[in-house]
């Protein structure tokens, strides 16, 4: 059974640091991995999609990382500003059917 | 309509009453998930429709949760006799079929609190 595990649990940092958020999971034979943010009352933006085949993705100050034989992905985002303050969630697909297996979820909190 | 809609956005009623939540995907989008998100833990996987196959019940935790989808529009997840362990976010997610593993786009959800 896959599981996917977040570490850290939450996260402070002051504004303009480098944030990196860690995702693992147990089984290697994933389709792809996602990463989410999700604010406080509404619902999951989707920020990077990997395919099993990729080894990183880049949107703006965001990159992720994927190392599918070791399960790991990293997200990070550079130069950290007080609206990145949200939950990270990452989620692998297991087949072709392309339901998601979330972790528990990073929470971010960017002081100003 | 721009984006996955759900309704409503909050629902509280009392244990042993049922309930439907409402999902309206994208337009054109042809597979539909349902998630469930209790407090303090990830979200769960409950069941999958694609265009006119049979759903992917496989999430469902008990015979009290059913949920129906007609051709490629709205999707109603009913939970009969609910209890307190059902007070969750529920998230619905709808994804188009030519990209069968690209994202998902998920609506706002809909808070269910069971009293």
């Known amino acids: 059974k896959q599981e996917v595990t977040q570490i850290p649990a939450a996260l402070s940092v002051p504004e303009g640091e480098n944030l990196v958020l860690n995702c693992s999971f147990t089984d290697s034979a994933i389709y792809n991995l996602q990463w989410f943010r999700q604010d406080p009352g509404k619902g999951l933006t989707s920020l990077l999609l990997i395919q099993s085949s990729q080894r990183e993705q880049t949107s703006g100050r965001l990159n992720a990382s994927l190392d599918k034989s070791s399960g790991r992905s990293t997200l990070y985002i550079a130069a950290s500003q007080p609206g990145d303050s949200a939950t990270y969630l990452c989620?692998?697909?297991?087949?072709?059917?392309?339901?998601?297996?979330f972790g528990a979820g990073t929470q971010v909190v960017v002081t100003p | 309509g721009a984006g996955v809609s759900q309704s409503p956005s909050n629902k509280v009623t009392e244990k042993g009453k049922d309930v439907e939540l409402r999902c309206d995907p994208i337009s054109g989008h042809t597979a539909l998930y349902w998630y469930r998100q209790r407090l303090g833990q990830g979200l769960e996987f409950l069941i999958y429709f694609q265009g006119n196959s049979a759903p992917d019940k496989s999430g469902l935790p008990s015979d009290r949760f059913s949920a129906e989808r007609t051709g490629e529009s709205v999707s109603t997840l009913t939970i009969q006799r609910t209890q307190q362990e059902d007070s969750a976010v529920y998230l619905c997610?709808?994804?188009?079929?030519?990209?069968?593993?690209?994202?998902?786009?998920f609506g706002p959800g809909t808070r269910l609190t069971v009293l």
């Open positions: 989620a692998v697909t297991g087949d072709s059917w392309g339901k998601l297996q």
């Open positions: 997610a709808s994804s188009s079929v030519e990209v069968k593993r690209g994202k998902q786009f």
